[in-house]
């Protein structure tokens, strides 16, 4: 009986290999690895990252328990390349046309499919797709790998996952097949598939229970109810590893502490750092220095701060460049921070000894209409950041913590800096929650603070004014004002708008418009594809629905 399998298993082996190797219409890489011939056409699951040549059959998951100290990869161990496979389906293609298309996705959680998704085009490299027969990539790391395989993850447990997945045992499969886009869309067979067995732990009820608000917050504590069930739940999902990374959720109402939540380590003095979240504060800091008479206003060009022509690629067009458009992300510098390929890309900006110079030698891009083209430019914010700090007594440090923090209460904070040691107002100002609390309380506050006007209430309605739609592809639905976001949920069939700051990791600072409602969330779940979606969950699903009236 053994060698009849023998014989079998030869027989088949060789089919697959002379079926997968048949009218290719490039030449894939050999299969030496004894563990992918055993395991060809199957979604494999690893807990690390080890070298295929390295990987033993007893490195392959069989289950996997989901908590935060957990790693599962994922490897396709395929029979042939994905162009290959993709020839198959339309023969007359080139490989730069087959190239348009992947690798589709199916997730099932119980037998039931859950998520489908064509993979963009641009994940993967074209040599891996018609090259590699074997692929690798994360789906749950605490690394920080920048990976699709991340961000497919995100998107399933986003469609659905995040459902289908409670606590409890569940079975896990993931199917794949290949598609082209040319002459339309195909997919094709089956070409791997895999099962893991997938562990939800149960919370602790313990951990769900609501924070009490300890004295000496600062702020008046409210006596308002709320829907503490809600919150509960809320907890039970960060404290499961449901919603990932969150430092702190913070709520006031009418001016007064309601909700004061610390998870992952965090509490009421910890600093956060909460990225693009102090773009905003230079914002700030421009409409208390207009009020003050330092800069004249936002329609002042950079030709009056700047002599343009000593930087590279002049242009009469950078002379125009207001500091509306900055302030709007709207001027004409051949920027955009979600391009990684455009040439004002942020991470470009990073490494040079002199970002101002930077940003000012960049080219112009003709295509855009100064003020009516919202790009997110960072390096615009980081030389509005230097014509405030050129521009006012003392620099940016001192008159920020004179005209800002200071009024507001606020001693235990922390600046990044630029190469030239200026306050790094791309991002970075680190404070506790309960003070990012202020600083949003204050625009709700129409500027005033402790009955003294801090921040002009001119400024406020200004930076609250819809200048600019946001590119829908981008961003989705919403708009922006000066460095402030605005968008709109919807919870039991009612709109509540809100203005907010954002910061890469999902922090937030959002300012409700006709709710008397402030809320920080605090997040370090930097560069994840589920940062910001998590975030308008809990909004949508928890905080407001809880807190509403």
């Not at 998951?61 to 908590?67: Q, S, V």
């Not at 990539?137 to 995100?154: A, M, T």
């Not at 790009?375 to 440090?397: E, Q, R």
């Amino acid at each position: 009986m053994k060698h009849y399998l023998l014989i079998l298993s030869i027989i088949l082996t060789t089919a697959c290999k002379t079926f997968a190797q048949a009218g290719n219409i490039i030449e894939p890489e050999p299969i030496t690895s004894a563990l992918q011939k055993a395991n060809m056409g199957k979604v494999v699951f690893e807990a690390d990252t080890i070298p295929l040549e390295k990987l033993q059959q007893t490195d392959l998951l069989t289950g996997y328990e989901a908590n935060a100290a957990n790693n599962l990869y994922m490897r396709l161990l395929l029979a042939n390349s994905l162009t290959n496979y993709q020839y198959s389906l339309q023969p007359s293609a080139s490989v730069e046309q087959l190239n348009q298309g992947n690798f589709q996705f199916a997730f099932y959680v119980d037998g039931r499919q859950i998520y489908q998704e064509n993979l963009h085009k641009g994940a993967n490299l074209p040599i891996i797709k018609n090259t590699k027969t074997t692929i690798f990539v994360p789906f749950i790391s605490n690394r920080g790998e920048d990976s699709w395989g991340r961000f497919l993850w995100g998107r399933f447990m986003n469609h659905g996952g995040d459902e289908a997945l409670t606590a409890g045992k569940h079975q896990l499969k993931i199917e794949v097949r290949p598609y082209v886009t040319t002459p339309d869309l195909r997919v094709g067979e089956l070409i791997a598939q895999g099962e893991i067995k997938f562990t939800v732990p149960a919370i602790d009820p313990k951990d769900a229970q609501l924070q009490p608000i300890k004295p000496g917050s600062g702020w008046q504590v409210s006596k308002e109810s709320f829907d503490t069930k809600k919150i509960m739940e809320m907890n039970a999902l960060i404290a499961g590893n449901r919603f990932k990374q969150i430092t702190s959720v913070v709520v006031i109402k009418n001016g007064k502490l309601l909700i004061e939540e610390y998870f992952n380590g965090s509490a009421r003095d910890s600093l956060h750092n909460p990225r693009s979240v102090g773009k905003t504060f230079a914002s700030a800091m421009m409409g208390i220095a207009i009020h003050d008479g330092y800069i004249k206003s936002v329609n002042q060009t950079l030709k009056e701060f700047y002599d343009l022509k000593k930087f590279s690629n002049y242009s009469p067009q950078k002379d125009n460049v207001t500091l509306k458009s900055l302030l709007t992300m709207s001027s004409v510098f051949d920027a955009d921070d979600n391009k990684s390929d455009s040439p004002g890309n942020e991470e470009n900006m990073y490494p040079t000894d002199d970002w101002v110079k930077f940003t000012l030698g960049l080219k112009t891009d003709n295509s855009k209409a100064a003020g009516k083209q919202w790009n997110y430019f960072t390096a615009g914010v980081v030389v509005l950041g230097d014509i405030i700090n050129k521009s006012v007594p003392d620099g940016l440090d001192k008159y920020s913590a004179n005209k800002l923090f200071k009024p507001l209460g606020i001693s235990n904070y922390r600046w990044q800096y630029t190469p030239q040691n200026v306050p790094n107002t791309a991002g970075g100002l680190q404070m506790r929650s309960l003070d990012y609390a202020k600083f949003g309380q204050l625009y709700k506050n129409a500027g005033v603070w402790n009955g003294k006007q801090v921040l002009p209430q001119s400024w406020v309605k200004d930076s609250f004014t819809k200048h600019l739609s946001l590119p829908k592809d981008v961003v989705g639905e919403g708009y922006y004002g000066y460095l402030f976001w605005n968008k709109t949920y919807k919870v039991n069939n009612k709109a509540y708008e809100t203005y907010y700051c954002s910061g890469n990791g999902g922090n937030k600072i959002f300012i409700f418009t006709d709710q008397p409602l402030v809320v920080i969330i605090t997040a370090e779940a930097y560069n994840t594809p589920y940062a910001h979606s998590q975030v308008d969950k809990m909004m949508r699903d928890y905080i407001l629905p809880a807190v509403l009236q």
